[in-house]
């Protein structure tokens, strides 16, 4: 199960974020920014320090795993960081954190009145988002 989606512009701000679940605890939208934020660093900090060599085909996806829940992380050719929040038994999220890749495409940057780096406030791409969610 997938319990929450978040999406991190190139700088580091959180540009959506969705919760699915009342399975982890509910972020404010303060803390949801500084988790953003603070997972942006984290983040460019490990993949300057990582062991794994450059070129590998999955060192665009990453995931952290805790005792309840497992962050899967997918970063874009462009910087763009898709996140998800799923169960520790959760498969092929690196398939799923692509399709919502591919959602922010469509429905976010083919709008014309999306601005870049902006929050995604689209209609469209949040029901089509909970259909790939839930699905």
Excluded: W
């Excluded at 969705?18 to 982890?24: I, R």
């Excluded at 874009?76 to 169960?87: E, Q, V, Y």
């Amino acid at each position: 199960m997938i319990h929450a989606v978040f999406i991190i512009n190139r700088s580091g701000g959180l540009i959506y974020n969705k919760s699915y679940s009342d399975q982890l605890a509910q972020l404010s939208s303060n803390e949801a920014l500084i988790f953003a934020g603070t997972f942006h660093g984290i983040h460019a900090l490990a993949s300057r320090i990582s062991p794994a060599p450059k070129g590998t085909s999955d060192r665009d996806y990453e995931s952290i795993d805790t005792k309840n829940f497992r962050l899967h992380c997918f970063q874009t050719p462009t910087g763009i960081k898709l996140i998800a929040a799923t169960d520790l038994l959760q498969a092929n999220i690196a398939e799923v954190l692509a399709d919502v890749y591919k959602l922010y495409c469509d429905y976010a940057l083919k709008n014309p009145f999306y601005s870049l780096e902006m929050p995604i406030r689209s209609d469209m791409f949040d029901s089509m988002l909970l259909k790939l969610v839930q699905g």
